[in-house]
Structure formats: structure tokens, C-alpha cells
């Protein structure tokens, strides 16, 4: 069965970077997307950024031109490379990878944004 591990969180100051990842423990077959989540205390999970299988990337208007997302080929490996952090980036953040077969998510990482 696969899994999706992240790692990379942790107590930054403004401004400064992080840059998450999450690998994925087994093949996936037919790989669509992958994409990050985030979910902040006492809100819903919002989307943050997608790479497609082609390597077409976007972001949510909140971290467009701070976060980079990327994939390593051809193991599912994905990074969030996350610059000028703001303290309304501190949330637990997920990763999902979606294939033709199934959704797969990771258990999450903290990010917190201390000011």
C-alpha cells in the first residue's frame, strides 16, 4: 500500500524559507497530480499548489510568486519550496497525490511562521 510522507516543517521567522517534501513509498500508477494543502486552526483546508503529470504548476493567489512547487522523476517525490514566509502561512500542510486509481494523502507537516 502506498504511502505519502512529508517532512520539512517547522518554527521559522518572517521572511524566512522552508522547503517541504513528501515521497511517496511505493509506485503509483498512472500519475495525474500532485498538490499541497494546508490547514490552518479553526479553518477548512485550502488548496495551495498543484504540478500536474506534464509539469504544469499553479498556485493559489495567497503564495503566487513565494512558493515553488516541483516533482522528482520518476519516483513521486514533491517539494514545497516556500520563501518570505508570513505568519498566515502557519497551518499543517498535506500532501495529496491523485492517480486514475485513487487519492493518496500524507499525514501532514507543521509550519509555523512566528513574528
Known amino acids: 500500500q502506498v504511502q505519502l510522507v512529508e517532512s520539512g516543517g517547522g518554527l521559522v521567522q518572517i521572511g524566512e524559507s522552508l522547503r517541504l517534501s513528501c515521497v511517496a513509498s511505493?509506485?503509483?500508477?498512472?500519475?495525474?497530480?500532485a498538490g499541497w494543502f494546508r490547514q490552518a486552526p479553526g479553518k477548512q483546508r485550502e488548496w495551495v499548489a498543484t504540478?500536474?503529470?506534464?509539469?504544469?504548476?499553479s498556485y493559489a493567489d495567497s503564495v503566487k510568486g513565494r512558493f515553488t512547487i516541483s516533482r522528482d522523476n520518476p519516483k513521486i517525490t514533491v517539494h514545497l519550496q516556500m520563501d518570505s514566509l508570513k505568519p498566515e502561512d502557519t497551518a499543517v500542510y498535506s500532501c495529496n497525490v491523485e492517480s486514475s486509481v485513487t487519492n493518496y494523502w500524507g499525514q501532514g507537516t507543521q509550519v509555523t511562521v512566528s513574528s
Open positions: 504540478i500536474t503529470s506534464g509539469g504544469s504548476t
Open positions: 511505493g509506485t503509483i500508477f498512472r500519475f495525474i497530480r
